[in-house]
């Protein structure tokens, strides 16, 4: 993170240096979770991190896909590519919105956030829900019922500082297609977080990520960046290959996540390009999610919305104040749970002991569960559910 002083803070407006300064002085001496800092309000998100699961299903059309491809090595390399292009969304699309990433707002337990995408693919729902405070975990479900195809996960967050800010994410999804009774196992990117220095912070993904499938196809894909290697940025080679077989393999992809990518037919000497992906160019979905005045107290809008409305006037004693509101509620919540000696109620999601699923598909790449890092396994219960109304916990404000 070395820099001349010239160009330090060179994305920062000059009335915010000072603050800036400060925060990366304060970033650099903390021990502890990252998430727990105070940042100044020009880097301050509106948004909470449940609306980031909505970032998996921005293309419902390649969400879909596989469920239409009756070969299951051709099925295996649709996964992978309606993956790669989620990382754009999830990972790029604040910053070039809002000119640099931006600190989400810390979910509370029980946060909701709840919409669904209308297309040529049908109707695809979202549920994302805050199942723990203590970790932090956010776990999701993103379904088509037209075309049989469930996604489901969570995830956690650990960040540290060397140098930069690096992110750990613990926790993985399962994607599941009904006509094949088949499932994925897909495992979550490292990230860490690139122009911290010059106040124009941007996301770099690191390692390898991995897809396994039930019917004995691994795809890996490697990440590498401007930052580290040699190279563009936001970089990655991904291969699709036999379980078992890494060198046998049958496709093999290469290009930016931000940009765009090729698939090569690998088993062919020639590397033969079959198909190819333009993120700039491909065009998204909006989530629509119900007004305001229709939510739920418990929606993550709807509860977040006087804090959101001061961050954008840059008022911080309002955010404050207003944050404090949530948190006092939260804590008061939790005493009373622990008087009562009960559990907070998840509306959604299950906390489960074992997944035997998880375990067959992670065999084959050796991936842990971590569930003493995220508060155990969490899994969609559809019986929670079909009885999940609003008022989802009448009497108990967020």
Partial sequence: MSSSNKDEGGGVAPQNKTSWSSFLKSIASFSGDLSSLTAPPFILSTTSLTEFSAYWCEHP??????????????????????????????????????????KPLNPFLGELFLGKWEDEAGETQLVSEQV???????????????????????????ASFSRTIHVKQIGH????????????????????????????????????TYITSSSGYVSKIDYSGKGWLSGKKNSFTASLYPAGKEKDTIFNIDGQWTDSFTVHDGASKKNTDIDSYNAKTSRTTSLTVPALDQQDAYESR?????????IKKSDMDTVGAEKGKIENSQRDLRKKEQAEGREWDRRFFSRVQADPLFDQLAKPIDAPVDADKTGGIWRFDA????????????????
């Fill in 173 to 208: 999804a399962l994607l599941h297609l009904d006509a094949y009774n088949e499932d994925y196992l897909i495992t979550l990117p490292s990230l860490h977080i690139e122009g911290l220095i010059y106040g124009s912070p941007f996301v770099e993904l690191n390692k390898a």
């Fill in 132 to 158: 723990s405070h203590h970790p932090p975990v956010t776990a999701y479900c993103i379904w088509n019922e037209k075309h049989g195809v469930r996604l489901q996960g969570y995830n956690a967050q650990k």
């Fill in 302 to 310: 709807k509860a977040w919305a006087k804090v959101a409305d001061a």
């Fill in 61 to 102: 059309s390649l969400f879909v896909a596989p469920a239409a491809e009756p070969d299951p090595a051709k099925r295996a390399l649709l996964v992978l590519k309606w993956f790669l292009t989620t990382l754009k969304q999830q990972y790029s699309s604040r910053s070039e919105k809002l000119g640099s990433e931006k």
């Fill in 383 to 398: 019986e929670k559910a079909k009885n999940a109304k609003p008022p989802f916990h009448p009497g108990e404000g967020p």
